[in-house]
């Protein structure tokens, strides 16, 4: 798909999205191009691209949205996330704040290593994508503080690294779907099951390929139905070995969600994520926002309640497992949640920009 299509595509699904919610300001769509950007790994482009998206006026106190892998500031617009808190009266009003939502490298349209460069872009953290977020926020529009971030899986950790690294920029965190603890066990075996097969079918080709590996649409959907979804959810929409068969079939018929290379780079980047260390370095309020049936995160371990006693203003908000839930996913639905967050917002101290 060409960058113009993706563009007509993107902003096609914005227009739906604002159609759909009445209640809060059509986005609007924007690019910030970062200047001499620096990896981890010493790594340097020219110029890293940036788009991202903003609900609301610059006049409102500023919250960062942030998205989770494979996904875009357009995945955080739906009616289940935005229908349910950017709207008047709801937790994250649009007529009060002013709400970004970053593509983060790699990701939307944002610079990524299908625009040209393949394999040869380079390798990008969790931290990466952080500053980058940062640039965009300070250099592009000139935030000084923000109210609130909140993030979503991927976004969840991006906001944990927020706390650690830019404790002082931020009076609330709200991270969700995640923990504050090292990238490790089942989570990512999973993942790096999931790459190896991309990885290993020769259609791949080390990143050189002519049409998407074929092996990878079988990897995405069994590392999806391994972790997420929900028990409980899953008994209910496939109690049959026919449903099931039909679930199963119908996912490795939808189309693939990204470029291989993209989608390797984008989970990759989780590797050596842990913000553990720096925990009390955190100033900001937290609400910790998890599923009781997250496959990813599974509160049973307890390495999560463990970390959040270093955590000096933080609580866990555990969203019970049920019929409803999906999982990892449940986050994505805002309603799940709706009081808590406005708890949140409604009782962190306004600290000084």
Aim: hydrophobic fraction near 40%.
């Amino acid at each position: 798909m060409t960058r113009s299509m993706i563009a007509a595509a993107t902003a096609l699904l914005l227009s739906a999205m604002a159609a759909q919610a009445d209640d809060y300001p059509a986005p609007k769509e924007g690019d910030f191009v970062a200047r001499d950007f620096k990896f981890h790994t010493g790594e340097t482009l020219p110029e890293l691209r940036l788009h991202y998206v903003t609900v609301g006026e610059p006049t409102g106190q500023p919250v960062l949205v942030l998205h989770g892998t494979g996904g875009s500031a357009a995945s955080m617009l739906t009616p289940a996330f935005a229908g349910e808190l950017f709207g008047k009266d709801q937790p994250i009003d649009a007529s009060k704040y002013y709400i970004i939502i970053p593509d983060s490298i790699g990701h939307g349209k944002s610079s990524k290593p299908s625009d040209g460069l393949k394999t040869k872009f380079p390798a990008y953290d969790y931290a990466d994508m952080v500053d980058a977020h940062y640039r965009l926020l300070t250099e592009g529009l000139r935030i000084k503080h923000l109210r609130l971030v909140i993030g979503n899986s991927m976004g969840g950790m991006h906001s944990w690294i927020w706390g650690t690294r830019h404790p002082d920029f931020m009076d609330a965190l709200a991270p969700m779907a995640s923990q504050p603890t090292e990238m490790a066990a089942r989570n990512w075996m999973l993942r790096k099951i999931m790459l190896d097969t991309i990885r290993n079918d020769p259609d791949y080709n080390g990143g050189n390929y002519t049409a998407q590996p074929r092996m990878m649409k079988y990897a995405i959907t069994a590392y999806g139905i391994a972790s997420a979804g929900g028990t409980l959810a899953y008994q209910t929409l496939a109690p049959t070995a026919a449903k099931a068969d039909k679930m199963e079939e119908e996912r490795l018929a939808a189309p693939l969600p990204t470029d291989a290379n993209d989608f390797i780079y984008q989970w990759e980047s989780s590797h050596d994520y842990n913000p553990s260390p720096d925990l009390d370095k955190i100033e900001a309020r937290v609400l910790l926002i998890n599923s009781a049936d997250d496959e990813r995160n599974p509160p049973e371990t307890g390495v999560t309640a463990e970390a959040m006693k270093r955590v000096k203003n933080g609580r866990i908000y555990l969203i019970p497992a049920s019929t409803e839930t999906r999982g990892h996913l449940t986050t994505g639905s805002a309603k799940f949640y709706i009081e808590p967050l406005r708890e949140l917002l409604a009782t962190a101290p306004q600290r000084a920009e």
